[in-house]
Every structure is written in structure tokens, then in C-alpha cells.
């Protein structure tokens, strides 16, 4: 059990467009999923918080009028990048956290970001 | 906020030898001490955890243990296998589902055949 997908896994875009990123919990329900960011060779950054029915909570630095996220199930986060540009070519991951008041979470296969 | 750092950040083992990773750190509210394994080009694998009632747990040839007066854990891998190779992360959190996990830095293990 505890099995979370990320689509698409890898997607090229063009600088300017905007990209959606989809998380899934397939067995289990999540009431709070988180996205993070990872450049090469680099520890993950956490960019927010995602809670089911409300608003996901930022990160220091992070912009979210750029970095969307929309957690409109419970099983089910999605995270769009807008007007992408080269910069935000990263490897982007989520998470999802299966047990209430206990902070285990499953991480996504990750998805590949490159913008041109 | 909570730092987390780690140590070595690259470590080479002959297989069949022990491999030690160490973390410290800083908040010490924190109580959940996950490890995560990453291969190339996937997400992070949950190989073991610690909580902060615990000193030492163990799932065959992995162990940690954690210190918390000192705020440090520590993550061995015993008989170490090719296929042991890869970033690990250690991590620590307040432990509720709302609570972020902070990552250290990692650290690259390399097991040469």
C-alpha cells in the first residue's frame, strides 16, 4: 500500500506556457500532499503545503501566483507552472502523507521539467 | 526553523563492508527521523524511520539510531550490496500529518563490487 503517481513523468514545454503537474494516492486517501522542487546533485526543497479543501501554505521564496496548487480531492493534488521559463526546469516531486497525526510520507516517481 | 545536516556527502564501500551516514539536527521539538533512499531519475524510497521514544531500530540490514540529547541519528547499512548504491536522505520532522519533513543534504553511496 501507499503507492503515489505523478503525471506526466518527464514533459517539455516553451518558455511562456504553463505546465500541470498531477499527484495521485491510488490506495489510500491524503488529506495533506506536499511538492517539492529538486535541482541536480541537490536535496529536495519543499515548496508548499497542499491541504484538501483549502489553500496550500508556501514556503519562504516560493511564488504562488507562479507555483499553483489545487487539492481538490483526497486523492488528488495538482501543481501548474506558470508562463514556465527556463529557470524553473527542475525535477518536481510530490508527497502525501497516508496516516493522520502521523507525518510518514510516500513520495511521487517525480516529474521532469525541462522548459526551452 | 529546522536545519538538518549530513555527513559524509559522498561515501565509497567495498561490498561487503558497513556504511555509516550521520545527521544533526537542530529543533529540538522534532521527533520523526525518516531515511529515504533515491536512484536516479525517481522519487525518494522510505527505507526506515526513527521516532524520538525510540534509541535504535532495525529492518535487516539497516539500522539507525538516534541521540536525542545530542540531536544526531545516524543510519548504518551492514554487508552492503552493489545495489545499495544511491542518494540517501535523512530527514527530520515535528511528526504531525500537517508538519513538514526537512531533508538534509544527502549523501552519495558508491559499493564497488
Known amino acids: 500500500g501507499a503507492v503515489v503517481s505523478q503525471h506526466p513523468s518527464w514533459v517539455i514545454c516553451k518558455s511562456g506556457t504553463s505546465v500541470k503537474i498531477e499527484c495521485r494516492s491510488l490506495d489510500f486517501q491524503a488529506t495533506t500532499m506536499f511538492w517539492y522542487r529538486q535541482f541536480p546533485k541537490q536535496s529536495l526543497m519543499l515548496m508548499a503545503t497542499s491541504n484538501e479543501g483549502s489553500k496550500a501554505t508556501y514556503e519562504q521564496g516560493v511564488e504562488k501566483d507562479k507555483f499553483l496548487i489545487n487539492h481538490a480531492s483526497l486523492t488528488l493534488s495538482t501543481l501548474t507552472v506558470t508562463s514556465a521559463h527556463p529557470e524553473d526546469s527542475s525535477f518536481y516531486i510530490c508527497s502525501a502523507n497516508r496516516d493522520r497525526g502521523r507525518n510518514e510520507q510516500y513520495f511521487g516517481p517525480g516529474t521532469r521539467l525541462t522548459v526551452t | 526553523g529546522e536545519n538538518v545536516e549530513q555527513h559524509p556527502s559522498t561515501l565509497s564501500v567495498q561490498e561487503g563492508d558497513s556504511a555509516v551516514i550521520k545527521c544533526t539536527y537542530s529543533?529540538?521539538?522534532?521527533?520523526?527521523f525518516p531515511w529515504y533512499k533515491q536512484e536516479l531519475g525517481k522519487g525518494p524510497q522510505l527505507i526506515i524511520d526513527?521516532?524520538?521514544?525510540?534509541g535504535e531500530k532495525k529492518d535487516q540490514r539497516i539500522a539507525v539510531t538516534l541521540n536525542k540529547t545530542a540531536k544526531h541519528f545516524s543510519l548504518h547499512i551492514t554487508e552492503t550490496q552493489p545495489e545499495d548504491s544511491a542518494v540517501y536522505f535523512c530527514a527530520a520532522s515535528i511528526g504531525t500529518s500537517y508538519d513538514k519533513v526537512i531533508f538534509g543534504p544527502g549523501t552519495s553511496l558508491s559499493v564497488i563490487p
Open positions: 529543533d529540538s521539538a522534532s521527533n520523526y
Open positions: 526513527i521516532r524520538s521514544n525510540v
